[in-house]
């Protein structure tokens, strides 16, 4: 197949838009298909040398006269079996081109919750990256495919979080922003033995490091900054904990869940479709959330099989890139 992708992150940075369609694009390819991804310049770094790459500013408004034209030339004339929109500002863009004549399949993918999405009806597939927000999704022929991830190789546990103490010592990873809860996990942890390292930068972190000198945590709670060793630290840690107030899709659930790791997560996800209910966390109060972080992680571990089990199955590269083919052979025209 000949296939166009098309995504407009200005995100200057790799968040899980701009990971998985990286990795989508790099997938397809590898699997055979001839793979054109339309995209920021910044964000062109991690493809494989045989996808073709076409950069454009991606702070242009959707309803850029220009920019249509020359995304509606490119597609009727690049004879593209499908072209598939990643995220939801490249839907609107493709949504409101299908209005005119255009031969390839189209298909948008949706990485997160929206107050107003496109005209999804115009799309032969839509692909919701979560159950949860498959069902926000009123309209069109949604799907759903996990966003994968490759096999988790066997790595060196990071030594310092070996040695670290007290035990049980807990791992948590993202932007340090407020909707990754990072100010409500650190509160509930004045009520939790063990460690907890927070792996991850952004503009909260003086206000997190006071919370932390505030409750008088120094000593078990620790901010690690950007890391490029997560795998490392999770090899290392006894669980992960995931404080988030919302996701579309958390990759830090699948990279635990492959890396065999215990996970206690608040209800977001793809972790509240996976976990066992009394691991997942839907209260707001401080020490109910330290109460299920009290819990031993080797029983946690035991009680999440099926769940890695599953993970095992269903979040993988190769689940992720088989599903997307099976949807545009179903769709193609």
Request: charged share 20%; net charge positive.
């Amino acid at each position: 197949m000949n296939i166009l992708l098309i995504m407009m992150s200005a995100n200057p940075g790799v968040g899980g838009l701009e990971k998985h369609t990286g990795e989508l694009a790099n997938g397809l390819a590898q699997a055979g298909h001839r793979v054109t991804l339309i995209c920021a310049a910044a964000h062109q770094h991690q493809l494989t040398p045989e996808i073709n790459r076409i950069a454009l500013d991606p702070k242009q408004s959707r309803y850029n006269p220009l920019l249509l034209a020359k995304l509606y030339r490119h597609i009727r004339d690049k004879k593209y079996n499908v072209v598939h929109a990643q995220g939801t500002k490249a839907a609107a863009l493709l949504a409101t081109l299908a209005r005119f004549p255009l031969s390839p399949t189209l298909v948008a993918s949706l990485h997160g919750f929206k107050s107003r999405y496109p005209a999804l009806h115009r799309f032969s597939a839509v692909i919701a990256v979560s159950n949860a927000l498959a069902k926000s999704l009123t309209n069109g022929n949604v799907r759903v495919v996990y966003n994968g991830l490759q096999a988790a190789s066997v790595v060196a546990p990071a030594k310092f979080l070996l040695e670290a103490a007290p035990k049980p010592v807990w791992l948590a990873v993202g932007r340090l922003v407020s909707v990754k809860g990072f100010e409500f996990l650190i509160d509930s942890f004045k009520g939790v033995k063990g460690s907890l390292y927070i792996a991850g930068d952004g503009p909260d972190k003086a206000l997190l490091q006071q919370k932390i000198l505030d409750n008088e945590l120094q000593h078990r709670v620790t901010l690690l900054g950007h890391r490029d060793d997560i795998p490392a630290l999770m090899a290392a840690c006894d669980g992960v904990v995931i404080s988030s107030q919302r996701e579309g899709f958390s990759y830090v659930f699948a990279e635990a869940m492959l890396a065999s790791k215990p996970v206690i997560s608040t209800s977001v996800p793809i972790a509240n479709e996976f976990l066992p209910e009394h691991h997942i966390y839907r209260g707001n109060t401080l020490d109910g959330f330290a109460q299920l972080l009290s819990n031993d992680p080797g029983a946690i571990f035991n009680d999440q099989f099926a769940a890695r089990e599953r993970a095992h199955r269903e979040l993988t590269m190769e689940n992720m890139i088989s599903s997307t083919l099976a949807i545009y052979n179903t769709c193609k025209t």
